[in-house]
């Protein structure tokens, strides 16, 4: 009934809403029902100060009655398959004793925390309620099984600035999966995979000012898949790689958010690491199958698989493609770009019904989802992108290739620190006289920045 009872009936203990309903109680009521009454009001007490001690949620129905901790559902099965530090129970199921609910309430969420993580790494992912399985139970076993961020030492994985292993990687061509040699230096600024280990020549540099990595599990087809991007001759190349180890390839994820943190350090020596951490890796807005049209809106609309990321919408044949087919660069809606439903009236060649149109400074980019649901999620996350302010450095990004939406150079009169706006807007005018829009992205702001600070 949604509501928490104790053995005697007459005058229960609900909860409601993970509220406390408080009732008269008498002497009459037993030992046991004191004793959950006690558990839940101090699950309720762990909910109004931190929300959980894993991950964010509102709801922690289960705990660690050997930890002192309120967890969820989702996490007590990983707290379960480590029996040796953490013992679960449902705090409105099981039976409790008062000697388990005195360690509960002696210490709790809070005091974990000051505790199990003393010691995080300000670049180390903390995961959410919405990140991977995988991510969740690493996080929960650094903590409390490895206890990582009690000892500095045990972090070296991750912390060296120098990592060699041998990972699974997609082969581009034929899609099977090989064994390869990865190097990541810090050093270099760079992460190395080679065909062969003991190969000479790396057969691709990433380097980790352009590089991202996200896992994809479920697109991967493997619950440790790992998707890397970074940028190759000038446009967005993707890799996809896993280990059979769990912690092994979340040790190379939160090693290359490491070299990340380092490399923004130092390119941004005034910025706090409140500022520095979300730009260590990001997960994609939203990705998915629609329709699109080519530019003159006369050819028919093909299938094709997006990736919302930031402000970059690309677009592949295949979601394991390697190379994005194209780029469209969505600015704000103080930059000219709007996002409206449906298609013109004189649309034709779409198989699919629930259309968008995204209109942008220089023309209209027109796509079709296969469901309602598919075209309000994705309207949604144009419009969160169209309506945040764009930063001085996005107008800079607006100018590479994926503001033409084909794969056109990056600018490199861009990237030099330093460069004025008003010469930016000039190159841009003289270099892409077909597109004035590219250069009105620039003139918005060239009063307030006065620069385009290095990328």
């Known amino acids: 009934m949604g509501a928490f009872s104790g053995q005697n009936s007459a005058e229960p203990f609900v909860l409601v809403g993970m509220e406390v309903a408080e009732s008269n109680w008498g002497t009459e009521h037993s030992g046991w029902d004191m004793v959950n009454r006690e558990l839940t009001w101090y699950t309720h007490s762990a909910v109004q100060e931190t929300p959980f001690v894993a991950v964010e949620v509102t709801d922690p129905d289960w705990a660690s009655y050997t930890l002192g901790v309120f967890i969820c559902l989702s996490c007590s099965g990983i707290h379960r398959n480590i029996p040796q530090v953490s013992k679960v129970k449902s705090v409105r199921l ?10 509960m309430a002696s210490h709790g969420n809070e005091a974990a925390r000051a505790t199990f993580e003393s010691k995080v790494p300000p670049f180390y992912y903390r995961p959410t309620l919405s990140d ?3 991510l969740r139970e690493q996080w929960i076993r650094a903590k409390y099984e490895r206890q990582e961020f009690l000892h500095v030492e045990k972090q070296e994985p991750y912390s060296a600035g120098y990592r060699e292993g041998l990972l699974w990687k997609r082969g581009r061509d034929n899609g099977q999966f090989l064994s390869r040699k990865f190097v990541l230096t810090e050093r270099e600024g760079a992460l190395k995979y080679f065909n062969k280990n003991d190969a000479k020549e790396p057969k691709a540099v990433m380097k980790i000012e352009h590089l991202n990595a996200t896992f994809q599990p479920a697109k991967i087809g493997h619950p440790h898949g790992l998707q890397v991007t970074y940028l190759k001759d000038n446009s967005t ?32 020596p005034g910025a706090s690491d409140v500022d520095l951490v979300p730009k260590l890796s990001r997960n994609y807005l939203k990705e998915g199958y629609m329709e699109k049209t080519g530019p003159k809106q006369t050819e028919g609309f093909r299938k094709r698989w997006f990736t919302m990321d930031d402000r970059r919408l690309m677009y592949f044949k295949d979601p394991l493609d390697a190379f994005a087919r194209g780029e469209v660069f969505i600015g704000s809606k103080e930059s000219g770009y709007t996002v409206l439903e449906g298609l013109p009236p004189s649309t034709q060649g779409h198989h699919w019904p629930h259309g968008i149109t995204i ?24 419009q969160k992108v169209v309506d945040r302010p764009m930063l001085p450095q996005e107008y800079a990004e607006a100018l590479g290739p994926a503001a033409c939406g084909t794969q056109c150079p990056r600018d490199s009169w861009l990237r030099q620190p330093g460069g004025s706006l008003q010469g930016a807007v000039h190159g841009a005018q003289q270099r892409f006289p077909w597109e004035p829009g590219r250069s009105q992205l620039l003139l918005g702001v060239s009063a307030q920045f006065g620069a385009v600070p290095a990328l």
């Open 94 to 103: 099981d039976a409790w004793d008062e000697t388990q609910v005195e360690f």
């Open 132 to 134: 991977c399985q995988l």
């Open 237 to 268: 190349r993707n890799i996809f790689i896993y280990h059979e180890d769990g912690k092994e390839i979340v040790d190379w994820f939160n090693a290359l958010r490491a070299a990340r943190f380092h490399y923004l350090q130092v390119a941004f």
């Open 359 to 382: 209109v942008t400074p220089d023309r209209k980019f027109l796509f079709t989802c296969e469901t309602e649901a598919d075209q309000r999620e994705w309207i949604a996350a144009f």
